[in-house]
């Protein structure tokens, strides 16, 4: 069976009762509960968190991963990022 997963999934932004389609698409959303941010850089910037939070707030959810794959270690290029909602 595996898990539910949306990708490259569309976060409109509310404004006035106006849907407004910014650009913002997160990565992925797993199980409608954790929003999955891939990256594959040389350092993790300050923008890049705070991307997780904004999409984290767009969609109500309270958990985010942010994965850096340009990362030596895999489990060092993991951060969990919460939505404090």
């Known amino acids: 069976k595996g898990l539910f997963v949306e ?8 404004w006035k009762d106006i849907k407004l389609d910014l ?26 968190p705070k991307q997780v939070l904004t999409y984290l707030r767009l969609t109500g959810l309270k958990l985010g991963l942010l994965i850096n794959f340009n990362s030596p270690l895999i489990k060092s290029g993991i951060t969990r990022i919460v939505n404090k909602l």
């Not at 997160?26 to 300050?46: A, R």
């Open 23 to 48: 650009g913002y698409r997160s990565d992925l959303i797993v199980e409608k509960k954790v929003i999955v941010e891939i990256k594959s850089v040389e350092e993790i910037h300050p923008v890049h």
């Open 7 to 14: 990708r490259q999934k569309p976060l409109p932004v509310l």
